[in-house]
């Protein structure tokens, strides 16, 4: 798979994933790779009895505490890249058009010295106007927060395995492309929790959705089906293409793209949707180059970047806004020397099957009135 192929910049930290989910995924194959997912395998049964220990803990009267306002959680059982960025800044979105006023709280996993990690710096393009706490203590954020600021709703971006926050709605991401994490726990697979953890979901949105076949996304919501309870609702989104961003600011259609050699790269965690969607707007990808999740890039690596984009003879070097937030600063001091026009692929969230039954679960957290708004 494309994505996993190693970087340009050969980092070992990278090369380190790339030959784990070669493992997990169940691509490499032979002895050595047999020997190292049985290893990997035992590791996988000491992390569930550890994480089984670990839950004992939320049955103990105190260990949950419930923040001063109503608390929408966001998250997902598998590591990496279900979209749960994009989805958070859709809810708080819907929430404004409602009328409430939303908090958004992470842990800030990644950030460096206190400056915001790669999701807080995409929150911030895909909604400036809305408040964005990072915090280990998400519980205590909220409170310090409400003691001075009007707030109707926080958010927590990836908070279903954060279950010391008590929360009114629990909303939990299935990547269409990458579903069940391979069918293991880490360090095996890329599952956080057994699949039977989705019994604690209040809603279920399949992610990704258009990258699926008709009958293929049947297939999938059949056996999330067998994973919930009944009468848990399960959504449909999908991650739009709305405009190609420039480095002064400017934008493009997205139909600018079409017939067009380019080049693309990026460090998320599911690079292999990015590289469809690019493909699905009728770009030719040569070459695409996939890093590791929030990795920190140097004015080299993307020089390196747009080097092999040159020699491939295309004029363009695309990446994800998540990745754009990190090389504009390079670009904007002049780092970056080079006739290969660096640009982002914009994408937003749009639940396409099931924005009333949202709407219907947000509406009772939000005071008086303000849980009636319409769009």
Known sequence: MDADRPAATSQPPHHRQSRWLALVSGRAQGLMASLARAGLGVLSVAYRLGLGVANLRWHVPGSVHRPPCPVVSVGNLTVGGTGKTPMVACLADLVTQMGGEPLIVSRGYGSDKGRPNDEARELERLCPDVPHLQSPDRVRAIR??????????????DGFQHRRCARDLDIVLVDALRPFGYGHLLPYGLLREPLSALRRADLVVITRAE???????????????????????????????????????????????????????????????????????????????????????????????????????????????KDFVKWFPMIDAGEIASAVEVVALEVALRVTDGEDVLRSRIAPLLPGAKGQGEP
């Open 144 to 157: 310090d927060w409400v003691e001075n600021h009007p707030c109707d709703v926080a958010i927590l971006d």
């Open 211 to 321: 990258l699926l076949g008709a009958d293929e996304l049947a297939r999938l919501k059949e056996t999330i089906g067998a994973l919930v309870t009944g009468e848990t609702p399960m959504l449909l989104a999908e991650h739009r293409p709305t405009g190609i961003l420039l480095p002064d600011g400017s934008r493009r259609g997205v139909e600018w793209l079409a017939d067009r050699d380019v080049a693309a790269a990026c460090a998320i965690a599911n690079p292999r949707a990015f590289r469809m969607t690019l493909e699905q707007l009728a770009a030719r990808v040569a070459p695409f180059d996939a890093f590791r999740d929030h990795h920190a890039y140097t004015a080299e690596e993307l020089n390196q970047l747009v080097g092999a984009a040159e020699a491939a003879g295309a004029k363009t070097l695309v990446t994800t806004g």
